[in-house]
């Protein structure tokens, strides 16, 4: 768990000092994307916790539900279509269902409820 | 068990990094932009484009102008004709010398019908708003030239109301208003006679309209002196100092 806050906090001190690398037109898929990477990480935390966590899982689900989002995105986009609303729903749904879960897990870990 | 803990920790670098550089990004609100606002932007920068483009050619065929008076020195003769075409056009634009044409003559005289028990007698007279009003519907509709009681509207003639009078380029008149105006007749009356128009406004007021179709009107020219005591010429077009 350690090593996940320091990741964490290395990539913001990075991320402060960093100059841009892409430009602002792209924020937009950028933010979808990270919420695709949010859902794996949450999906991840859930899976160690049930003890069923396997790195590749974690690996190309997290690549895969990013590039998709922002995949998405960009061809709703192009199409005039805000497809971006897909990934907002899945994800954003399947974050606060991977969060009640994990919620579950530790009020039963703790206090056995 | 190394591989899983380098992943982990590179993945939460990228996530810490992305929301970071994200949040810095960006500033206030982010909007979706619709298709439709983008149509809208492109048409006004296409049109901006196309005035760019014009702005470029009259550029142009200034610079050819100015290289041929540069390179031509003994043709004077050329220059002072091109010199007096371009006069006549500017005399004509400016309202210094008298037009023909075909166009309208409008009568605008104060009503006649008996007045309503208690009604303002300003409701069927002539105002200074009337004769603003019915000029640019004429200029809407494409009038060329315009001049009221034999006083041209240039860009400096001003319309006041004086009392029972109204002053137009310094001089005072009364009614009637003869308005005339050199463009396409039918457009013209039509602009100020049609349902809706703003004499037949007029008239459902109870003023006297009158609208008369004339072919080779004649226009007097601008005969009041102008003074400027702020404008100056600039050196050269566009130049500020």
């Given amino acids: 768990m350690l090593i996940v806050f320091v990741g964490l906090v290395v990539g913001v001190i990075a991320g402060l000092f960093l100059p841009n690398f892409y430009p602002a037109q792209y924020s937009f898929y950028i933010s979808i994307a990270i919420l695709g990477s949010l859902d794996s990480i949450f999906g991840a935390v859930r899976a160690n ?3 069923k966590f396997k790195t590749a899982i974690f690996v190309s689900g997290f690549l895969a539900n990013t590039l998709m989002a922002a995949g998405l995105a960009f061809i709703g986009d192009k199409m005039g279509i805000p497809l971006y609303y897909a990934s907002i729903f899945v994800f954003g749904g399947r974050i606060f269902e991977n969060l009640a879960t994990i919620r579950r897990l530790l009020l ?4 056995n409820i | 068990m190394k591989i899983r803990k380098l992943l982990l920790f590179l993945l939460c670098v990228l996530i810490g990094l ?5 949040s810095r990004v960006i500033t206030g609100s982010f909007l979706y932009v619709s298709p439709k606002t983008l ?11 196309k005035e760019n483009d014009s702005i470029r050619t009259s550029i142009q065929d200034k610079e050819e102008q100015l290289k041929k008076y540069m390179e031509s020195p003994e043709k004077s003769e050329e220059i002072v004709k091109s010199a007096e075409k371009e006069l006549a056009e500017l005399k004509m634009i400016s309202g210094v ?5 075909d166009g309208i003559i409008i009568v605008l005289d104060d009503g006649t019908r008996e007045l309503y028990p208690g009604e303002d007698p300003l409701d069927i007279i002539v105002h200074d708003v009337d004769i603003l009003k019915i000029i640019n519907e004429l200029r809407i509709a494409g009038a ?3 001049s009221i009681n034999g006083q041209r509207v240039i860009n400096t003639t001003e319309i006041n109301c004086s ?3 109204i002053r137009i380029n310094n001089q005072f008149f009364a009614q009637p208003f003869f308005i005339k105006a050199i463009g396409n007749p039918n457009m013209m009356e039509a602009a100020i006679m049609s349902p809706g128009g703003y004499g037949e406004l007029l008239l459902t007021y109870g003023l006297i309209v009158n609208v008369d179709k004339v072919i080779h009107l004649k226009i007097n020219k601008h005969e009041e002196s102008i003074e400027f005591k702020y404008v100056k010429a600039a050196a050269r077009e566009g130049e500020l100092r």
């Fill in chain 2, 144 to 146: 060329e030239a315009i």
């Fill in chain 2, 39 to 49: 149509q809208d932007y492109k048409i006004s920068i296409d049109n901006q484009e």
């Fill in chain 1, 108 to 111: 039963k870990k703790y206090f």
């Fill in chain 2, 163 to 165: 009392g029972h009078s």
């Fill in chain 1, 49 to 51: 916790m049930e003890q």
């Fill in chain 2, 97 to 101: 010398t008298d037009v023909y044409g």
């Fill in chain 2, 18 to 22: 992305l929301i970071t550089i994200q």
